[in-house]
């Protein structure tokens, strides 16, 4: 009984030492824990700065490096300017001259010095704010001017240097508050100074991709905890310097944003400029914790990180709950299996003896095989055990032998790995060498595995790893590079062509196969309009769009330029195949966004299909180029199928006659007539070409004008057409005829060239008609494609005197906020609306909108496609000013015309 109570006693005395130990032991872990969180995160913001700092330091060196090449633009410039304004006063120098030297050097202004007295003064520019500006209190330049007259080297301390140049730091313009690259040459043949310069937003633009903003928008997205990352520029934040003519160092926050102020910031921000030490403070705000770290960096800049505590908070709640329940239960356990302390202690130390005999023999096998990561054995239930597992490659893997000794190999591994190694490693056991390949862990490990023997039999196999990732990567990279697209990701055209190589080779007949021919309608004139690499950035947005319509398990690719290409394999019905085109061509009703440019863009789509179309990949791409041709040729923004009609051999056939046909003089102009709705009275015609093919007759334009786009006869092909209409009215007005106003359209392709306005000028003034005669249509979509070169361009063609109209309104996507803004004279109704009249009320209230819009802006509005006098009244009704249509008249001849309704008095 006594020693019952002794060994109660004693029970009770260790279980109060085992609680109390738990209690601390608990405490300690909370307080290791949370300063391991801590640590963690100043690891983490010290990363963070690391990356940021880099960041900055390789932008700083960027924009210096994009700012020394535009210093030597501006060089090679003012070499030519001195050339050819050599010897010429400057008085003798024209605005209209410099501006056509701005425009064929692609500056945004030049201007000349003279000296004035003790001044100099800028006296001719093609910026009229700049002229009369003095340079006399601009320090620093006002001393580079004067060593620049006086033919010294130019030595202020700042900007780049050349013999007889000097470019200064991007700077603040007296004239108009904005920031421009200014350059300055003198070489003594001219009486001036010669100041080429451009806008700091053309060198922004060259730099824009260096910048760290985006880099720590990435940063706060990626890490939760993380409110608020800013670069502060603490001169300028301080105040610690006067404002000077340079942007960026005036600039409180560089990069990011500030928006937890704190009163304390300047008491921080002022210690860490003057310490070098990053110091943090802690602070409420809305009843939530925060800290705000103050890190120095580069060039007197502070990077300020604002850190949520709450998630911190609500973990150490989680671990201290966890803890106490977890420490309860153990403490229970550990007091039940108090009794086996002993036979486990012994048990350890003959592990731990087994463990160091274990390094003694792991040792040893390094000395016969190099770089040996792992030994094992099987018993003979067939189960698999690591005996050793050392190495960089398996402290990576994290198998060491500690971890690993004792348990099965199939317990420790996942099971697709297991089941992915198990057939080597049933090999080496039965005597074979063999190596292979495994992913582990996120990397890639090479292995080697030979049997070890003992009296003929197999007693342990050992094998070693390598690590090759970056070999595997980089392969993998070559294949990337082989098989796919750069610009959008997609396969090439190589991996397409063994893809559809492969679907074609499936025997199985339970469905279509169908190839799909994509190509970008116009993608031509907004590659050149916008340029080529927001060219490459639609085609992305294009391929994101196409996997949306089409969806998963399809093959998309992309054959190059514009083409995208998707294969359809066993497809139940040609009607799902037909859905999938019109969703890819829905999908691109909506406009794309790229950079600050709403982008309007359609399809055309030509398909072809596996055994009625072709049996090999090379005929099904080509008929479904050839189906792809007919779509185009019906209007564009449609699909067809390959017709077996000879459209390819027909399409050569007058591609051919097509570039001849202005040369023989096959085409000729018809004029529809356009009559007032309100009386019936003529209001004017429009010039509408036809071809008058030697073997098919009369072709109409929706048959060629597509093709003529494609080929590039567009731009020649619309001069003849204005020219041409031009001459019939010059030749009424001499017949002694009522003057008649006359229409033209433009197309996309004409509308985009660069010398659009000088050319009908030319053409205009070479005919000697009235401007006003003359209105210029341009359809609704292509109005949109560019909003500000629109506006431009209709700017200038309102200068020249012609009428604007907007043609087959209601179609495409218009932005009204510019449409009031365009000088417009009419807008055009499109044909497919006056059609719904009197069938679909949809189209009937489009109708009443559009000419709501036009009287509300001031327009005119001029339906097209009237046939039925259900029509005309409908547009009496609501006020609709000019109409054309078969109901009226159809398009006549010029004799026909003239006969028919010159004779009498128009409403010009």
Not at 36 to 49: S, V
Not at 193 to 205: D, G, L
Not at 407 to 424: F, G, Q
Not at 877 to 892: D, E, F, T
Request: proline content about 3%.
């Amino acid at each position: 009984m006594k020693e019952k109570s002794a060994w109660l006693a004693l029970f009770i005395k260790i279980g109060l030492i085992l609680a109390i130990a738990i209690l601390v032991a608990n405490q300690s872990i909370v307080l290791f824990l949370a300063n391991q969180i801590q640590a963690r995160e100043r690891e983490d913001i010290a990363a963070i700065t690391r990356v940021i700092q880099l960041a900055i330091r390789n932008s700083d060196a960027a924009v210096k490096e994009i700012e020394r090449s535009v210093d030597l633009r501006l060089y090679n410039a003012s070499l030519y300017l001195a050339r050819e304004l050599k010897g010429r006063r400057i008085e003798t120098i024209s605005q209209q001259e410099l501006e056509r030297l701005r425009d064929k050097l692609k500056l945004t202004h030049i201007s000349l010095f003279v000296r004035q007295g003790e001044d100099i003064v800028v006296a001719k520019s093609t910026d009229p704010k700049e002229i009369g500006l003095s340079s006399k209190h601009w320090g620093y330049w006002f001393q580079a001017f004067n060593q620049l007259f006086a033919l010294k080297q130019v030595d202020v301390g700042k900007g780049f240097y050349l013999p007889y140049y000097w470019a200064g730091p991007v700077s603040l313009s007296d004239a108009d508050g904005k920031y421009y690259k200014y350059a300055y040459y003198y070489d003594g043949t001219t009486a001036f100074i010669i100041n080429p310069f451009i806008s700091e937003q053309e060198i922004k633009a060259l730099s824009a991709h260096s910048r760290p903003g985006k880099l720590i928008e990435s940063l706060l997205n990626a890490n939760e905890h993380l409110v608020e990352i800013a670069v502060i520029n603490l001169p300028a934040y301080l105040n610690d310097k006067p404002k000077v003519i340079e942007p960026e160092r005036d600039l409180p926050v560089l990069y990011g944003a500030n928006k937890f102020s704190l009163p304390q910031d300047r008491t921080y921000f002022r210690q860490v400029l003057n310490t070098g030490q990053p110091v943090h403070s802690s602070f409420k705000y809305q009843g939530k914790d925060y800290e705000k770290h103050y890190i120095p960096l580069d060039n007197n800049r502070v990077l300020a990180v604002v850190v949520d505590k709450q998630p911190q908070q609500k973990l150490f709640v989680r671990i201290k709950g966890f803890l106490l329940s977890v420490t309860g239960i153990i403490y229970l356990l550990v007091m039940l299996q108090l009794y086996g302390l002993t036979r486990r202690y012994w048990s350890l130390l003959v592990m731990e003896k087994e463990r160091l005999q274990v390094a003694e023999e792991f040792k040893s096998l390094i000395g016969v095989l190099p770089n040996v990561i792992f030994k094992l054995k099987r018993d003979e239930a067939g189960n698999i055990y690591p005996t050793y597992s050392e190495g960089s490659t398996v402290t990576q893997a994290g198998m060491e032998t500690a971890r690993v000794k004792g348990l099965k190999l199939a317990d420790h591994l996942e099971p697709r790995l297991y089941s992915r190694i198990k057939p080597y490693l049933d090999q080496a056991f039965a005597g074979q060498e063999t190596e292979f390949h495994i992913e582990y862990q996120g990397r890639v490990f090479h292995c080697q595995i030979k049997p070890i023997w003992r009296e003929g039999q197999v007693v342990e196999i050992a094998g070693f790893a390598t690590d090759v990732t970056e070999k595997y990567q980089a392969e993998e990279r070559i294949k990337f590079l082989a098989f796919f697209d750069q610009v959008t990701g997609l396969p090439n055209r190589a991996h397409l062509m063994q893809h559809l190589e492969t679907v074609l080779a499936d025997g199985r007949q339970d469905g279509f196969t169908a190839v799909l021919l994509m190509d970008l309608d116009r993608f031509k004139v907004i590659n050149d309009t916008l340029g080529h690499i927001r060219g490459d950035m639609l085609l992305v947005e294009t391929a994101k769009r196409l996997r949306r319509a089409v969806g998963p398990g399809h093959f998309l690719a992309r054959m190059g330029g514009d083409e995208f290409i998707l294969i359809l394999h066993r497809i139940p019905s040609i009607r799902e195949i037909k859905q999938v085109a019109e969703r890819i061509i829905a999908s691109f009703q909506e406009s794309f966004q790229i950079d600050n440019h709403q982008v309007y863009i359609t399809t055309s789509i030509g398909i072809s299909l596996k055994h009625i179309h072709g049996d090999d990949a090379e005929t099904l791409l080509k008929n479904a180029d050839s189906a792809l041709y007919r779509a185009k040729a019906k209007g564009k923004n449609n699909y067809k199928f390959y017709v077996k009609n000879g459209q390819a051999v027909e399409r050569l056939q007058l591609e051919n006659d097509l570039r001849q046909a202005l040369e023989r003089g096959e085409f000729f102009l018809v004029y529809q007539p356009k009559f007032y709705v309100c009386d019936g009275r003529l209001g004017g015609v429009e010039a509408l070409v036809r071809w008058q093919h030697p073997q098919r007759g009369v072709v109409m334009p929706g048959e060629f004008i597509g093709l003529a786009e494609e080929m590039g006869l567009i731009i020649p092909l619309g001069e003849w057409i204005l020219r041409q209409a031009l001459r019939q009215l010059k030749a009424w007005e001499e017949a002694g005829l009522s003057p008649v106003k006359v229409s033209v359209n433009l197309s996309g392709v004409q509308f985009y060239q660069k010398d659009l306005v000088v050319r009908i000028a030319e053409i205009i003034r070479e005919e000697g008609v009235d401007p006003s005669l003359l209105i210029l249509e341009i359809t609704e979509t292509v109005s949109m494609q560019n909003l500000d070169y629109t506006l431009s361009v209709l700017k200038k063609l309102r200068e020249l005197g012609v009428q604007i109209s907007i043609d087959d309104f209601g179609t495409g996507y218009s932005a009204l906020n510019y449409l009031k803004r365009f000088p417009v004279d009419y807008l055009k109704v499109d044909r497919s609306f006056v059609l719904d009249i009197g069938r679909d009320a949809n189209g009937e209230a489009v109708i009443k909108t559009i000419i709501a819009l036009a009287q509300n802006l001031g327009l005119k509005v001029v339906a097209e496609g009237v046939e039925t006098e259900e029509q005309v009244r409908f547009l009496q009704a609501l006020g609709c000013h000019l109409a054309q249509g078969y109901y009226y008249s159809k398009p006549l001849l010029p004799v026909e015309l003239a006969d028919r309704y010159l004779a009498q008095p128009l409403s010009v």
